[in-house]
């Protein structure tokens, strides 16, 4: 199982703005890609320099091939559409982490 994580810092001109749409469009579009099994959001808790607040998306897949099909048909679409969204307002950088164990009481 891997873990396709999206760290982006939001510009606080547009925050609520984007984070509805990401609730409401971009999270749920990248589920449709059936790529994805779920998709969890959560807030950095510590402050940026530059100002922005900063956000963790994390989407699991089951492999290394579903997330390179991910790459190959869908990310080019929806990051796009999320700069023509908010040009110039996010920074966002991407992560590929491996799951080697899981532990639910």
Do not use: C
């Amino acid at each position: 199982m891997l873990i396709y994580n999206v760290t982006i810092n939001i510009d606080e001109s547009v925050h609520d703005e984007w984070l509805a749409w990401m609730r409401d469009k971009h999270v749920p579009d990248m589920l449709s890609t059936g790529k994805f099994s779920h998709a969890k959001m959560t807030k950095v808790l510590v402050e940026e320099d530059q100002g922005g607040v900063t956000y963790s998306v994390q989407y699991t897949t089951k492999d290394r091939k579903t997330l390179d099909a991910y790459y190959h048909e869908d990310a080019d679409r929806l990051r796009t559409e999320a700069q023509k969204m908010f040009p110039n307002k996010f920074v966002a950088f991407r992560t590929e982490l491996e799951v080697i164990s899981q532990q639910i009481p």
